[in-house]
Structures are given as structure tokens and as C-alpha cells.
């Protein structure tokens, strides 16, 4: 079976040790679904996770066009979105390399999307 625990909070890095609490049964979540959208933010929720060995898929803002280029996979290897490639460098810089293994990022594969982009960061968010 499969439980869904949504949590509507603001992530901050000194509150992850409340979200990242065994339950009852002493698990701690399988994967953590991050639709935050500032940078900071995902960032220190990238590092809570590593730090107790939690996988998460992190959505990055996009103003991409086409649904049909929309891709999932790991973050070190998404270079064509710039909101993804600004949280990957990020990340780079703040977290040890075991990070790279528990992360995956659902941006866009879209051709020419850096020609819309004014810099590699999540529009607005960074």
C-alpha cells in the first residue's frame, strides 16, 4: 500500500529534523516529493534528505512550452534547463557528493530553452 503525507509548510533547514522523524513504526519516509519553489529552499531540503539517507524528486519552475519535453531524472545530468542546472551548481557547492545518488528533477529537455532564459536560475526564485 501507499501512504501520501502532504506537508504544507516552508521548508527551513532547522525544522528537518521534525519532518525527517521516524514514524511511528520507527521508517522514515521512502521519497520526499519537493514542490517548493525558492532555491534556498530546496537546497537545504536536498541536504536534510542526504544527511538521513532519503531519496527526493524535486520540480524546478520552467518556462517551458512544450509538456511533451518534460523529463525526470537525475539532477547531475540535467544541463538543457536552466532552473535545473542553477539548483545542480547549488547543490554542488553545499553538499557532500553522496547527494548526487538520492536526487532527481523533473525540468524540461526543451531545445533553445537557455535563448528565453536571462541566466541559469529558477526565474524569480533565486
Do not use: M
Not at 500500500?1 to 519532518?19: I, P, Q, R, T, Y
Not at 547527494?99 to 526564485?125: C, F, K, M, N
Amino acid at each position: 500500500s501507499c501512504e501520501v503525507e502532504a506537508v504544507a509548510e516552508h521548508f527551513e533547514f532547522a525544522k528537518a529534523s521534525n519532518l525527517f522523524a521516524p514514524d511511528v513504526d520507527g521508517r522514515l519516509p521512502d521519497l520526499v516529493l519537493d514542490c517548493t519553489t525558492h532555491l534556498r529552499c530546496k537546497v537545504d531540503l536536498l541536504r536534510a534528505s542526504a544527511d538521513v539517507g532519503v531519496r527526493v524528486v524535486t520540480v524546478v519552475a520552467s518556462t517551458a512550452a512544450d509538456p511533451t519535453r518534460i523529463a525526470c531524472g537525475p539532477l547531475r545530468d540535467a544541463y538543457t534547463s536552466p532552473a535545473a542546472v542553477a539548483l545542480r551548481l547549488a547543490a554542488q557547492s553545499q553538499l557532500p557528493a553522496a547527494w548526487e545518488q538520492a536526487a532527481d528533477v523533473v525540468h524540461t529537455t526543451e531545445a533553445g530553452h537557455w535563448a528565453r532564459s536571462r541566466e541559469p536560475s529558477i526565474y524569480g526564485l533565486a
